[in-house]
Every structure is written in C-alpha cells, then in structure tokens.
C-alpha cells in the first residue's frame, strides 16, 4: 500500500501486483483500464502478453488507455546524443525496446481492440517553455540520474564520463529547445 500525502477517494482501492504475472481480477472486470509509464518494467518481449492481459480484464464495449514515453528526444545536444549512443548499444540485450512505444496503437490492434486511437505529445525539457518545461526538465534529469548504476554497471560508461553528460543535460535542454515525446493510446474492447 503506498503512502499518501492526502488521502485517496473513499472508492479508490489500491492492490500490489506484477504485470508480468497477470491481473488479479476476473475477466471482464473493468469498464476502464490505464497502464502508464511502465516502458522500463516490461521486457519487450512480453509486451503483447501484457496488453493481452489488460484486454482480458477489461468488459467488451469497455476502454484501454496507456500513456508511455520512449528514446523520442528532438532537438538534442552532445551529452543527450553520448548517453543515448551508450543506451543503443547496450539496451537490447538487456531485453527492452523503448522504439516501440511510438507503435502502441499496432500492439493494441494486435491485441484485439478497435476504435484505437494514438497522439503523440511533444513535452518541451528546460525553463525556455515556461513552468510545465522547468519540471519536466526536473523530472527527466532525475530519470537519468536514477540510471546511473545500470550505466556504470551495463554499459561501459566510467562515473566519470556519465556524471559530465549527466550535469550537462539541462543547459542543452535549454540551448536547444529539447522536446520529449509522450505517446497516448487508447481503444476498445
Ligand atoms: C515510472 S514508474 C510509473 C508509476 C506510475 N504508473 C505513474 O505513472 O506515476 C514505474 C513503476 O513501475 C513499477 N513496476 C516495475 N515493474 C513492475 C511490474 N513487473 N509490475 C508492476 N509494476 C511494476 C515500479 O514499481 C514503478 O512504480
């Protein structure tokens, strides 16, 4: 059970769970289905179980939304474009794909929905777009950072190295008008 700065709506329940291992809830439960930001937690070969599995809890006529982010970053600078070439190399083999998220709506078709629906959502990275790009700017350096050891560790990049492209990030985000690319899909069962 997570720990709540106010508490939830009285109707809201939460469960613990593993997407990997199934939804604990009979078939056809749900009239409505989100999953968000879950591109790091599943393999990409597994996938297309999971979203089977969010179809299976959902009721017919009833809708699925996801919202997830990828490597969609425009308008980048070198210490984006060092980690990123580290992150291809090794990423793979470590089993996950974020090149797929831009193509959500074709896993959801392979997964049997209709009425699909997919936007892409450029979020601006640095103060030069106002409030909403100053924290996301927060929030994505603090992604990377959070990536540190598996970089250090997985891919070959020394402390050193990866703590200079780290501390670079924002003032290039800023110098070059950096977006990064959400993608939101939804459809129905
Ligand atoms: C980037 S956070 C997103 C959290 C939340 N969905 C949101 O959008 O605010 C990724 C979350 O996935 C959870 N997670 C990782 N592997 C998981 C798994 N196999 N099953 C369920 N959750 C998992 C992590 O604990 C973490 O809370």
């Not at 990828?70 to 308008?75: D, I, K, L, Q």
Request: net charge negative; hydrophobic share 40%.
């Amino acid at each position: 059970m997570p720990t709540f700065l106010t508490p939830p709506p009285s109707n809201c329940t939460f469960y613990g769970g593993n997407v990997l291992s199934g939804i604990p809830f009979a078939q056809d439960h749900f009239d409505y289905v989100h999953q968000r930001l879950l591109v790091g937690a599943i393999p990409a070969l597994e996938w297309p179980s999971v979203l089977q599995e969010l179809v299976r809890v959902t009721r017919p006529g009833g809708w699925i939304e996801i919202l997830e982010s990828g490597a969609g970053y425009h308008n980048i600078g070198p210490a984006y474009h060092y980690l990123k070439k580290a992150w291809d190399a090794g990423i793979a083999q470590a089993g996950f794909d974020l090149s797929l998220m831009p193509h959500l709506d074709i896993l959801l078709e392979n997964a049997g929905l209709k009425n699909i629906k997919m936007r892409t959502v450029p979020m601006p990275l640095g103060k030069w777009a106002g409030r909403s790009g100053e924290l996301m700017a927060i929030d994505i350096y603090n992604v990377f950072k959070g990536f540190k050891g598996f970089y250090t560790s997985q891919l070959n990049v020394s402390e050193k190295d990866f703590d200079a492209a780290l501390a670079a990030l924002p003032g290039e985000w800023e110098k070059h008008h950096t977006t990064y690319d959400f993608y939101l899909v939804y459809g129905q069962k």
